[in-house]
């Protein structure tokens, strides 16, 4: 109460709330926006990192290991590569980093990022230009090499599917919807020396101090 005017005095607003964190700390120090990405803040060392621990499949493979992710980019670039005319080393990179946004936002499986919808899609969507600008790509590819490392990343996961995560060829054909691709053989890789090939094909396609 207010003793010269009798009046109460107003109550002061109540603090807001913070908002949610929606960054994640990497071990390379930067602050990794998920919401709002700045390719500033991404690295490759932590790309790789992320990638190696990051299993394929939900880990539902056989082997002593789970196939990370690093092991499988680097199986999808060399698919890539193996192509004729050979792709140039920029569209080579971008198909060993086709899946880097996973080394923080993890690995779904279709089924999930399906039932999760657009929300999902678009915080990929914004790592994935980021990681593109950070290594002089352009934010989005042109449609002819998505459709280029697109053949590759099936053709890598149609083998993943038969030879390490109990699918039989029909039932990659039938349940994934792969069609009869050329198969190779996949042995999954402990985190370190995923870490370690992935790093060395990095180093091949994008050189210190000079473009891809």
């Known amino acids: 109460m207010n003793p010269e005017s009798g009046r109460s005095a107003p109550r002061s607003a109540a603090p807001e709330e913070p908002p949610p964190r929606a960054w994640q700390r990497m071990l390379s120090g930067r602050r990794l926006d998920l919401l709002d990405p700045s390719p500033l803040d991404i690295e490759i060392e932590d790309i790789a990192h992320?990638?190696?621990?990051?299993?394929?499949?939900?880990?539902?493979?056989?082997?002593?290991?789970?196939?990370?992710?690093?092991?499988?980019?680097?199986?999808?670039?060399?698919?890539?590569?193996?192509?004729?005319?050979?792709?140039?080393?920029?569209?080579?990179?971008?198909?060993?980093?086709?899946?880097?946004?996973?080394?923080?936002?993890?690995?779904?499986?279709?089924?999930?990022?399906?039932?999760?919808?657009?929300?999902?899609?678009?915080?990929?969507?914004?790592?994935?230009?980021?990681?593109?600008?950070?290594?002089?790509?352009?934010?989005?590819?042109?449609?002819?090499?998505a459709k280029m490392i697109k053949r590759a990343d099936k053709t890598a996961a149609f083998s993943e599917a038969v030879s390490l995560a109990g699918f039989s060829e029909p039932d990659a054909r039938r349940i994934l919807g792969y069609r009869r691709r050329a198969f190779i053989a996949v042995a999954p890789e402990p985190p370190e020396v995923a870490k370690r090939l992935f790093l060395e094909r990095f180093a091949r396609l994008f050189p210190k101090g000079s473009p891809p």
């Open 50 to 145: 992320g990638l190696a621990r990051v299993t394929r499949w939900n880990g539902q493979t056989t082997g002593e290991y789970g196939l990370s992710v690093a092991q499988h980019s680097v199986i999808v670039e060399a698919l890539v590569a193996r192509n004729r005319p050979v792709p140039p080393l920029r569209w080579r990179l971008a198909a060993l980093l086709h899946d880097a946004p996973e080394y923080v936002i993890g690995d779904m499986i279709t089924p999930f990022k399906t039932a999760l919808g657009g929300g999902y899609r678009g915080i990929e969507d914004r790592l994935m230009r980021a990681v593109h600008i950070r290594f002089g790509l352009p934010p989005v590819l042109p449609d002819e090499v």
